[in-house]
């Protein structure tokens, strides 16, 4: 059974930081892009953060600068390392493991983890 469990979710003030981990069970996790995707209310889900099989980063315009992905295959866990937080951050977080299959992709996702930013 696939599992992504996301933690580390709080209410903090802006400027403040957290900590976001995903850990995964189920998978072969060294075949998986991961992703960390975040919802607000009233709000498309969009795409923070992607970290690749071979350890390539990528972020969106808003989080630039402030979040970096990491992955540690070893321990099948990704994490969110999030700084400068702003009010516009707050969003429910979800960890999300995506395999490239030979025409298609399977996609696995986590129940997410709520992030609010209060000013």
């Known amino acids: 059974q696939v599992q992504l469990v996301e933690s580390g979710g709080d209410s903090v003030q802006p400027g403040g930081s957290l900590r976001l981990s995903c850990a995964a069970s189920?998978?072969?996790?060294?075949?998986?892009?991961m992703r960390w995707y975040r919802q607000a209310p009233g709000k498309q889900r969009e795409s923070v953060a992607t970290?690749?099989?071979?350890?390539?980063?990528n972020y969106a315009d808003s989080v630039k600068g402030r979040f970096t992905i990491s992955r540690d295959n070893a321990k099948s866990t990704m994490a969110l390392q999030m700084n400068s937080l702003k009010p516009e951050d707050t969003a429910v977080y979800y960890c999300?493991?995506?395999?490239?299959?030979?025409?298609?992709?399977?996609?696995?996702w986590g129940q997410g983890t709520q992030v609010t930013v209060f000013s």
């Open positions: 999300n493991a995506r395999q490239l299959l030979a025409t298609t992709w399977r996609d696995y």
């Open positions: 970290i690749t099989t071979r350890g390539v980063t």
């Open positions: 189920g998978i072969t996790f060294n075949l998986y892009t």
